[in-house]
């Protein structure tokens, strides 16, 4: 589309108010998108972009992979644009724009990598037409946003541009099917000892083959549906892998990775499967741009999980975990509760998982309650579960379903009142996981945990 007055009306507007933020010290990341859109409608269409783009998608660890790459090219001295620090909507991403492009709104450089909400595609892809897209995989979430895997799937099927490649993850059986015509390459891990066919959870979004309907038959399930499989009936099977780990040494903390005839061994930043998918997307990505393995290999060494996501802190012999668990979605919180159990020793865990903004009015949908996995915290290495939050009425009563013994339980409203129920000499180690934007509430329940570990210290030594 060509520029008109309302598109420069548009930027103009768009890049005070963006000036006007910094200076009063507000992140404001998608007002200035807004203001845009509100002047012209089709500003994204009209808007000059960098040459080169760069699209990082999917339910789960688009932002992790997003960050994780851009710490690469930071450190290897490359310049782009990106949205980090706003908005994956298209108007975080006009903020971005508008942010970093001359006073004509020339792209000030010729590489952008976004991280792109799934649900927002018809309204960026199609603008956007990014060169690169990696998607790090499709799974059941939030019920009032992102209804279905299927919905969502269509929505990327259908709007992401034939001339784009894609870096997709080979072990998931709905996301590996975006775009076959496309030119597409996947990622993903071997299987390892002990993995079998038995489904582990209680969701699992494919159970049927999408060509004939036949029942799927599974090579390995590592959770929900990320594995491998084949259909008895016809043709269709899991992908060939491109970028595949052939082994993870969790001693030695590092992964080996086959691409191409080749092998190099990365660093393992956390060892949780999640992570090692998402460090297998970005490395799958960069080795595309052109970086070396080692190159890539030497950054990561610099690289942990950003702490507003997951943090281990040692304190006075405790561990204390801070695992955030995407409120609402069944997977992110199966995860984290499945990651509690396998954790070495005894831990105590404290729950606080209402989402901030339904908190607020109580109106929060618990149907994805049924669909978590609360079954991993009846464990016997889990030795106390306080639960906070509205709905901690009915978190308690799905833990009781889930086997959990009431004695093992406390629950109330506040987190603040949950940790003063923390018993440390019951745990080697203090879980505390949270939705996202709990992260305040979190850490005053870290505070609040140490200073009972240092109360009962020093009753033991009285």
């Not at 200076?23 to 203001?35: M, Q, S």
């Not at 970093?100 to 976004?114: E, I, M, Q, R, T």
Request: with cysteine.
């Amino acid at each position: 589309m060509k520029r008109n007055i309302r598109f420069y009306l548009a930027l103009f507007t768009a890049k005070i108010t963006y000036r006007a933020l910094r200076l009063l010290g507000r992140k404001g990341t998608n007002v200035p998108g807004e203001l845009a859109l509100y002047i012209c409608p089709d500003f994204l269409g009209r808007v000059q972009l960098p040459e080169r783009v760069i699209a990082i998608t999917g339910t789960n660890g688009k932002t992790t992979v997003s960050n994780m790459v851009e710490d690469v090219l930071d450190d290897c001295g490359w310049q782009y644009t990106c949205n980090r620090m706003g908005g994956n909507v298209n108007t975080g991403l006009i903020s971005t724009l508008v942010s970093h492009s001359s006073p004509l709104g020339k792209p000030k450089h010729n590489l952008a990598v976004f991280e792109v909400d799934e649900r927002s595609a018809p309204l960026l892809l199609p603008y956007i037409k990014p060169d690169i897209l990696v998607c790090t995989n499709l799974f059941r979430d939030s019920y009032k946003r992102n209804a279905h895997t299927e919905f969502i799937f269509s929505l990327l099927n259908d709007y992401i541009p034939d001339s784009t490649k894609l870096i997709l993850n080979g072990d998931d059986l709905i996301s590996s099917r975006l775009k076959e015509k496309n030119e597409n390459r996947f990622f993903g891990i071997a299987k390892e000892d002990g993995e079998d066919g038995e489904m582990k959870n209680i969701v699992c979004d494919i159970r049927s083959c999408p060509k004939c309907g036949e029942t799927l038959e599974w090579d390995f399930i590592r959770y929900h549906h990320i594995g491998q499989a084949h259909c008895p009936h016809c043709d269709f099977a899991s992908p060939p892998l491109d970028y595949v780990i052939t082994n993870i040494d969790r001693e030695k903390l590092t992964f080996t990775l086959q691409y191409d005839g080749k092998t190099h061994e990365f660093p393992i930043i956390n060892v949780n499967f999640i992570n090692i998918y998402n460090s297998l997307a970005a490395i799958s990505l960069l080795i595309t741009l052109g970086l070396s393995p080692d190159t890539i290999a030497a950054s990561m060494q610099k690289m942990s999980i950003s702490e507003s996501r997951y943090a281990e802190e040692k304190f006075h012999g405790k561990d204390i975990i801070m695992h955030l668990a995407k409120g609402q979605n069944p997977i992110a919180c199966s995860r984290a509760f499945e990651n509690a159990k396998d954790y070495p020793g005894s831990k105590a865990v404290l729950l606080y998982l209402d989402d901030y903004y339904d908190a607020t009015y109580s109106v929060e949908n618990i149907a994805w309650f049924y669909d978590t996995d609360f079954e991993f915290l009846k464990d016997d290495s889990i030795t106390q579960i306080m639960i906070s939050g509205v709905r901690h009425h009915d978190l308690y009563v799905r833990l009781l379903i889930a086997g959990v013994s009431k004695e093992k339980m406390t629950h109330c409203v506040k987190p603040e009142d949950a940790i003063e129920e923390y018993l440390p000499e019951k745990a080697e180690t203090l879980f505390v996981i949270y939705d996202l934007f709990n992260l305040d509430a979190a850490n005053a329940v870290k505070k609040r945990g140490k200073e009972l570990i240092l109360e009962a210290e020093k009753e033991a030594q009285a």
